[in-house]
């Protein structure tokens, strides 16, 4: 009965959106069979709508999607209950009215919208906030909207977890498409020149020190990090050597290791969103280095001993990426304020 009932409320939208709606429409050689069949008035555009209400795999779900598309007909699934395809194909979730609740049909997932808002954090997060999230709209309006070209198919460079569920596709309006565009160049722009101006954080030895936790306590205040104390260390110099060695060596060792190297890349490509190049063939301050944009972004395992932070101020900008927390600790003890510095893997309990 709802199956029934919910045909009648598509092929009702779809005459109310001004085009020729038909109910149970097959194809010619009977590949496929739509439930509602909307035609534009001209007769050039046609689009489907399949009231969803039984089981099926995704697999089906998909191939029936491509018969469709083969012939030129877009789809639009729609589903009763939180189907686990939703989203894998174009689709929407829709609830049928409820006495004393809903009067009409109700799109409750399928239907999104991208949202910015200023950060309020002190210091602010480059380039703001902004996500998709989950619009409800009247089914009919919906179907309004999509055959007036008002609301068009999106897909996600990445699934989008929204309402506890990975979407890779969503209904969207052209504008919300072009403000998430924009939105995510704006905040690479924002990322690359805190990193150039070399306010980023220095990752902490080990957040829980009491010195520690003052310096980035007055830096979310301030936006500035504190100068470091000067302190006299004392040492047994042989063992000193003996760790330095130990360090380097490690270092040199890993900064080749492909694990690290493909680790490195997938950090700065969800980092930046942009398309990182480490030439493993070359070798910078001990280490690989990793280029964004042809320029020198960070280095892979880089030997400290070969930084030399005072004859190249310049190195400072790059993000250096270390294979474990004593390497990290071997870097940040001369390190500058400002630099980044990434654990890719860190065995050590």
Same mark, same amino acid.
């Given at each position: 009965?709802?199956?029934?009932?919910?045909?009648?409320?598509?092929?009702?939208?779809?005459?109310?959106?001004? %085009?020729?709606?038909?109910?149970?429409?097959?194809?010619?050689?009977?590949?496929?069979?739509?439930?509602?069949?909307?035609?534009?008035?001209?007769?050039?555009?046609?689009?489907?709508?399949?009231?969803?209400?039984?089981?099926?795999?995704?697999?089906?779900?998909?191939?029936?999607?491509?018969?469709?598309?083969?012939?030129?007909?877009?789809?639009? %699934?729609?589903?009763?209950?939180?189907?686990?395809?939703?989203?894998?194909?174009?689709?929407?979730?829709?609830?049928?009215?409820?006495?004393?609740?809903?009067?009409?049909?109700?799109?409750?997932?399928?239907?999104?919208?991208?949202?910015?808002?200023?950060?309020?954090?002190?210091?602010?997060?480059?380039? /703001?906030?902004?996500?998709?999230?989950?619009?409800?709209?009247?089914?009919?309006?919906?179907?309004? %909207?999509?055959?007036?070209?008002?609301?068009?198919?999106?897909?996600?460079?990445?699934?989008?977890?929204?309402?506890?569920?990975?979407?890779?596709?969503? %209904?969207? #309006?052209?504008?919300?498409?072009?403000?998430?565009?924009?939105?995510?160049?704006?905040?690479?722009?924002?990322?690359?020149?805190?990193?150039?101006? /070399?306010?980023?954080?220095?990752?902490?030895?080990?957040?829980?020190?009491?010195?520690?936790?003052?310096r980035e306590a007055a830096f979310r205040m301030t936006g500035v990090w504190p100068s470091r104390p000067r302190t006299s260390l004392?040492?047994?110099?042989?063992?000193?050597?003996?760790?330095?060695?130990?360090?380097? #060596?490690?270092?040199?060792?890993?900064?080749?290791?492909?694990?690290?190297?493909?680790?490195?890349?997938?950090?700065?490509?969800?980092?930046?969103?942009?398309?990182?190049?480490?030439?493993?063939?070359?070798?910078?301050?001990?280490?690989?280095?990793?280029?964004?944009?042809?320029?020198?972004?960070?280095?892979?395992?880089?030997?400290?001993?070969?930084?030399?932070?005072?004859?190249?101020?310049?190195?400072?900008?790059?993000?250096?990426?270390?294979?474990?927390?004593?390497?990290?600790?071997?870097?940040?003890?001369s390190a500058p304020n400002g630099v980044r510095i990434v654990i890719l893997d860190d065995p050590d309990p």
């Amino acid at each position: 009965m709802e199956h029934r009932l919910l045909k009648v409320e598509l092929v009702t939208a779809v005459r109310e959106a001004g %085009w020729h709606g038909a109910l149970e429409v097959s194809a010619p050689d009977g590949r496929w069979r739509a439930d509602v069949m909307a035609t534009s008035p001209d007769g050039t555009l046609r689009m489907a709508w399949e009231a969803q209400l039984s089981s099926i795999t995704e697999g089906d779900v998909r191939q029936r999607t491509d018969r469709y598309t083969s012939d030129n007909i877009q789809i639009c %699934w729609v589903a009763t209950q939180p189907r686990r395809w939703r989203g894998s194909v174009p689709s929407v979730l829709a609830r049928p009215p409820v006495e004393g609740q809903r009067t009409a049909w109700e799109v409750t997932e399928g239907l999104a919208r991208f949202v910015t808002e200023p950060c309020l954090h002190r210091p602010p997060c480059p380039g /703001g906030h902004g996500e998709w999230q989950m619009a409800q709209a009247p089914l009919r309006e919906l179907v309004s %909207w999509i055959l007036g070209r008002r609301v068009v198919p999106h897909r996600y460079l990445e699934p989008e977890r929204l309402v506890e569920h990975w979407w890779q596709q969503v %209904w969207t #309006s052209p504008q919300y498409v072009s403000l998430a565009a924009d939105f995510a160049k704006a905040r690479r722009r924002a990322r690359r020149r805190n990193t150039a101006t /070399g306010t980023v954080q220095v990752v902490p030895l080990d957040g829980s020190d009491p010195l520690s936790m003052a310096r980035e306590a007055a830096f979310r205040m301030t936006g500035v990090w504190p100068s470091r104390p000067r302190t006299s260390l004392r040492f047994n110099s042989r063992s000193h050597r003996g760790d330095q060695g130990a360090a380097s #060596s490690k270092a040199s060792k890993d900064h080749g290791d492909p694990r690290l190297i493909a680790a490195a890349e997938a950090w700065v490509q969800a980092e930046t969103g942009g398309h990182p190049l480490v030439k493993a063939d070359q070798e910078l301050a001990g280490g690989t280095p990793v280029y964004l944009d042809g320029s020198v972004y960070g280095i892979v395992c880089p030997d400290p001993d070969q930084l030399d932070w005072q004859r190249w101020p310049g190195r400072r900008v790059w993000v250096l990426f270390v294979a474990c927390r004593g390497e990290l600790k071997r870097i940040a003890v001369s390190a500058p304020n400002g630099v980044r510095i990434v654990i890719l893997d860190d065995p050590d309990p």
